[in-house]
């Protein structure tokens, strides 16, 4: 089922019409001597998520040492480190 079909047939925010409706008890009651129906506001509240991503060549990339979690900036620095360190 498509969201747009659910949308339309699941959450209507229309009250229910009371001449639908049979009481089998009391045939001679009419819509007219009904009260008017409450209706119950939903409580959902659509999360605003935010739809854009930082493009990959903005978003700064670190590199770590998994032996003695040291942080480097690029690909280099890293290399030079672990060749020079005896882990």
Not at 57 to 71: G, H, I, M, T
């Amino acid at each position: 089922m498509a969201e747009p079909e659910a949308k339309g047939n699941y959450e209507r925010d229309l009250l229910p019409d009371p001449f639908r409706y049979y009481i089998k008890d009391y045939p001679h009651y009419s819509p007219s001597y009904y009260p008017q129906l409450p209706s119950i506001p939903s409580r959902y509240v659509q999360p605003n998520y935010p739809n854009t991503t930082p493009p990959i060549s903005e978003v700064p990339r670190k590199y770590k040492c998994d032996l003695c979690n040291a942080v480097y900036d690029d690909e280099e620095k890293l290399s030079a480190h672990i060749s020079m360190t005896a882990h």
